[in-house]
Structures are given as C-alpha cells and as structure tokens.
C-alpha cells in the first residue's frame, strides 16, 4: 500500500482533452470527491491549490434519489468497497442549487467543470444531455453507463450492441464532449469501448468500481451492505485498471480517461504510459483530500528531473 510519488519519465504540461485545456492530467473520480462539503470542511486552504485539473460531478439522475440503507462502505483488503445508491438531489436540485455553488467557488472558470448522468432509458439519457446543454457552466458531459436499461433489461454498459444503440439514440441531443463511463464488469471491455465510440462518445473513461460483495462479521451468509453488493476500488483494483486501460486505448481512436487504485505519480503514470490521456484520483482522495495536487506536482517534478537529467546527460557528451 506504500504510495511513492517518484518516477515520471516524461515531461507533464497542458492537456488538451476533448476540446478543453487542462492545467494537467490529474482529474476526479465522479463520486469521490465532493467540492462543496471539502470547501466546508477545509475552507479557503483547499480552494487555493484546487486538487484537479477539471472536476467532475457525483453522478446525477433525473429524479432525486436517497440512495442505499446503510451500511454503504466496507474496508477491504487495500480498497474500499461502497454500496452509496446513488443518493443525489436530482436534476433540477443540481442544477438550481449545485451549480451556482460551483460557480462561486470557482468552478467552471478556474477548472472546467464535467457533470456526471445516468440515466435507466435513452429517453432518460436524453433528458439529461439536454439539461446539461443548455447551461453554459458545464464543460463536458460524463455518463455513468453501469446500470440496467429499464427499457431492454440489458445492462447499457455491459453489452457493446446495447451501449452503441443508446448512445446513437441520444448523442445529437448534446454538442458538449461526451465521456463515456465504462463499467468493468462486462466480459469484454474494449468491445464495449468500440461501441461506445461508434455510438459518438468524445472519450470514454474507466475503470468504475468493480462489482463486490462482503459478509456481516459473525452474520453467518448475511450481506454486510445495505445494497447486498458494492462496487471495489482502492490499490486492490490498481492492477485491472492498468489492464483495462490499456486494452481500451489499444481499442479506439477517442482519448481515454484512466482511474482505479492510483494513490502516486508513479501509479497515474503508469496509467498514462498505457494510453491514458487523462487519470483521475479516486479513493486516496479520502485519505489525503490535497491527492490529486500532490500527484500532479510531482509528475511536474519528475518531468522537469528527468529535463534536467537529459540536459546534465548532453552537456557530458
Ligand atoms: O453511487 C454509487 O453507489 C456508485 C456509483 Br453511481 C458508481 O458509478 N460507482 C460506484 O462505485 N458507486
């Protein structure tokens, strides 16, 4: 679980992403970081040095939703396994209420802002793209995919046919970039990314958690969590997502957005010499909130080492 920030082997500036120019590659995870209660909890000292170069939203849904019963987590060997339910405040209480808090804090103007949706129809989806284009706050649009298709019983992010259909079906409603979020849990990853890239995806994302069950201490086969099952992240998945990141970016043409188990520059570069464009920080951020500005200064450290190595190297020729 040692979390060395040493290593970047190459020089680490602005990213272009979709469009958009990040200060570095160092984003969110949806759900993983929350910047209105960390600008309650932390005050101004968080705001000062933001963590991410772009933030991005819990996932939001059309209607509100109270989410899971609890228990919602459970400490994993070397990860975390989360059971939340999705508990937001629903479109429209994002919009009337989040966004402006956002914007007071800087969001959207200091960083862009990506605003997560998921949606269980294409109609559904389609609702929430075109919320998400009308407010000009929002940079970017990423959809959550992990979940069943209430219309076809299919799950959206599993099945690459099902992922292209419902995304042909609702690409034109939004001109922002669309990010797709892919689930892990699906026999075949790249496949899914192909379809999503068919379907009109700007960039997809991954991994979301992988789906876990863990059993009440001394509950004989009774589930712990309130969901029955839960989603793990945490270093546990560090080794899947550096699979699977690397199998998507072989896979399609569209920028790839990497995450899972990355506490170190070390971790997100590795991430990033797979073929990642983009890595975002998820779990760690609960132990050190400032994660994502420490991984990000020290790819920028190591990128101006490995100049000065380079340039030491030359002038001893
Ligand atoms: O809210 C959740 O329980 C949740 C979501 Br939407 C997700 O995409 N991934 C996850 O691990 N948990």
């Given at each position: 679980?040692?979390?060395?920030?040493?290593?970047a082997?190459?020089?680490v500036?602005?990213?272009?992403?979709?469009?958009?120019?990040?200060?570095?590659?160092?984003?969110?995870?949806?759900?993983?970081?929350?910047?209105?209660?960390?600008?309650?909890?932390?005050?101004?000292?968080?705001?000062?040095e933001?963590?991410?170069?772009?933030?991005?939203?819990?996932?939001?849904?059309?209607?509100?939703?109270?989410?899971?019963?609890?228990?919602?987590?459970?400490?994993?060997?070397?990860?975390?396994?989360?059971?939340?339910?999705?508990?937001?405040k629903?479109l429209?209480?994002?919009?009337?209420?989040?966004?402006?808090?956002?914007?007071?804090?800087?969001?959207?103007?200091?960083?862009?802002?990506?605003?997560?949706?998921?949606?269980s129809?294409?109609?559904?989806?389609?609702?929430?793209?075109?919320?998400?284009?009308?407010?000009?706050?929002?940079?970017?649009?990423?959809?959550?995919?992990?979940?069943?298709?209430?219309?076809?019983?299919?799950?959206?992010?599993?099945?690459?046919g099902?992922?292209?259909?419902?995304?042909?079906a609702?690409?034109?409603?939004?001109?922002?970039?669309l990010?797709?979020?892919?689930?892990?849990?699906?026999?075949?990853?790249?496949?899914?990314?192909?379809?999503?890239?068919?379907?009109?995806?700007?960039?997809?994302?991954?991994?979301?958690?992988?789906?876990?069950?863990?059993?009440?201490p001394?509950?004989?086969?009774?589930?712990?969590?309130?969901?029955?099952?839960?989603?793990?992240?945490?270093?546990?998945?560090?080794?899947?997502?550096?699979?699977?990141?690397?199998?998507?970016?072989?896979?399609?043409q569209?920028?790839?957005?990497?995450?899972?188990?990355?506490?170190?520059?070390?971790?997100?570069?590795?991430?990033?010499?797979?073929?990642?464009?983009?890595?975002?920080?998820?779990?760690?951020?609960?132990?050190?909130?400032?994660?994502?500005?420490?991984?990000?200064?020290?790819?920028?450290?190591?990128?101006?080492?490995?100049?000065?190595?380079?340039?030491?190297?030359?002038?001893?020729?």
């Amino acid at each position: 679980m040692s979390a060395p920030d040493a290593g970047a082997a190459v020089p680490v500036a602005a990213v272009e992403f979709c469009g958009l120019t990040l200060a570095h590659p160092i984003v969110n995870g949806s759900g993983t970081f929350d910047a209105l209660a960390a600008r309650r909890a932390f005050g101004d000292e968080l705001m000062r040095e933001f963590p991410f170069a772009a933030y991005v939203s819990k996932t939001i849904t059309l209607a509100p939703r109270a989410g899971n019963p609890p228990p919602r987590l459970w400490e994993a060997p070397a990860g975390l396994i989360n059971s939340i339910g999705l508990p937001n405040k629903g479109l429209a209480g994002y919009l009337a209420e989040d966004l402006p808090a956002l914007a007071a804090l800087g969001i959207g103007a200091r960083v862009p802002l990506i605003t997560n949706v998921m949606g269980s129809s294409a109609e559904e989806i389609a609702q929430l793209l075109e919320a998400c284009e009308r407010r000009p706050e929002i940079a970017a649009v990423e959809l959550n995919v992990s979940c069943p298709n209430v219309d076809t019983g299919l799950d959206i992010g599993a099945d690459p046919g099902e992922l292209e259909r419902v995304l042909s079906a609702v690409r034109a409603r939004t001109a922002k970039p669309l990010i797709v979020k892919l689930t892990p849990n699906t026999a075949d990853v790249a496949a899914c990314a192909r379809g999503a890239e068919r379907g009109g995806a700007d960039a997809v994302s991954l991994i979301n958690t992988l789906r876990a069950m863990a059993l009440a201490p001394r509950g004989g086969a009774r589930p712990w969590l309130g969901g029955r099952t839960g989603g793990l992240s945490g270093p546990a998945i560090r080794a899947v997502a550096l699979a699977q990141v690397a199998a998507v970016a072989a896979a399609v043409q569209v920028p790839v957005v990497g995450m899972g188990g990355v506490q170190s520059a070390t971790h997100a570069r590795q991430l990033l010499d797979a073929g990642a464009r983009l890595v975002a920080v998820g779990t760690e951020s609960f132990r050190d909130p400032l994660a994502g500005a420490r991984i990000a200064r020290s790819l920028r450290a190591g990128a101006r080492s490995e100049a000065a190595g380079h340039r030491a190297g030359s002038a001893s020729v």
